[in-house]
């Protein structure tokens, strides 16, 4: 099954962002269980696109977490 998209509500419609996923403590990178698949770690986007579409979550078992960092470029 597919995941919801990641919404993320409030930012600048106009502005560019850099969404990109946190590496947790412990965690390898672009690894999160065997046969899961994962979404791009870094993601450039307009904010009405953030906002209103979201990025893929990547598909994590019940007691893991992602946490994401989002910057805006312009």
Excluded: K
């Amino acid at each position: 099954y597919n995941s919801a998209p990641l919404l993320f509500p409030g930012l600048d419609p106009q502005a560019r962002y850099r969404v990109e996923r946190v590496q947790l403590p412990g965690e390898a990178p672009g690894v999160h269980g065997p046969g899961l698949r994962t979404p791009p770690d870094v993601v450039v986007a307009p904010g009405s696109l953030i906002m209103g579409g979201g990025i893929e979550a990547p598909m994590l078992p019940p007691e893991q977490a992602a946490v994401y960092h989002l910057r805006a470029l312009n």
